[in-house]
């Protein structure tokens, strides 16, 4: 079992920063992928971000590519989302989430999630 924790949202405004942290406890991540989904009010959950602990290989979606960085820290067990010039269409529950498939960006392949948190960027 993975035991998955987010932290780090909150309130931004438009162009501003922050730095969202997955820590995991239970197993390492060894050999997951541990991606980043985000979900708005009244749409679907969408992938973000991932990077695979075996090679530390990543994948983004093209709307945060460029100024969203996922990365790794092994000794802290621990995946972090830095998020910089935030729109207000960032504004969502961001969830990190750990799967066995390499680099998935398709959410029901994950079989451990976190229980989220909120950021919202104003305009």
């Known amino acids: 079992q993975v035991h998955l924790v987010e932290s780090g949202g909150g309130f931004v405004q438009a162009g501003g920063s922050l730095r969202l942290s997955c820590a995991a406890s239970?197993?390492?991540?060894?050999?997951?992928?541990v991606g980043w989904f985000r979900q708005a009010p009244g749409k679907d959950r969408e992938f973000v971000a991932a990077?695979?602990?075996?090679?530390?290989?990543?994948r983004y979606v093209n709307s945060v590519t460029g100024r969203f960085t996922i990365s790794r820290d092994n000794a802290k067990n621990t995946v972090y989302l830095q998020m910089n010039s935030l729109k207000p269409e960032d504004t969502a529950v961001y969830s990190c989430?750990?799967?066995?498939?390499?680099?998935?960006?398709?959410?029901?392949?994950?079989?451990?999630w976190g229980q989220g948190t909120q950021v919202t960027v104003s305009s």
């Open positions: 989430a750990a799967t066995s498939n390499y680099m998935s960006d398709y959410a029901p392949w994950y079989d451990y």
């Open positions: 239970g197993r390492t991540f060894s050999s997951y992928t």
């Open positions: 990077i695979s602990w075996a090679d530390s290989g990543t």
